[in-house]
């Protein structure tokens, strides 16, 4: 398998994991009573997660680099608690399959403009005429799920 399958793969099960994840934190958030508090406990068991599992990485991360970093190299957390929230929020109400066909025609347009500008050091990727097709089915998508 080439680097490419073995990452389109990966993706595959993140998307799908992603989709468990909003109905779980719904769950979550009935009983706390909030979609926030929800993410909050979700990121927190995540963080943890990912502690041990840098923890037992033989690599070490170099951090002189940091300091040159932008501030909004930062933000990738945000973006990730506003979705959690989003999600455990929205999951209940319009269902997964509504929520996440949203979620993903919002990252694709985002992700066309990303490539086609080359923001926050992409390589350039010029948007084209089956990029734009391919985000007028999703949109579609987006309606014909609601719908069904």
Known sequence: ???AAVTILLA??????????APT?????RPLDSPVTAAFFSFLVGTVALGILALMLPSRPEFSGVRALPWYAWLGGLYGACLVTVAAFGAPRIGVGVLFTAIIAGQLVAAVALDHYGLLGLEKQEISLPRVAGLILVFAGVVLVRRG
């Open 1 to 3: 398998m080439n680097v």
């Open 12 to 21: 595959v099960i993140a998307g799908a994991l992603t989709a468990l994840q």
């Open 25 to 29: 934190n719904a769950m979550l958030s």
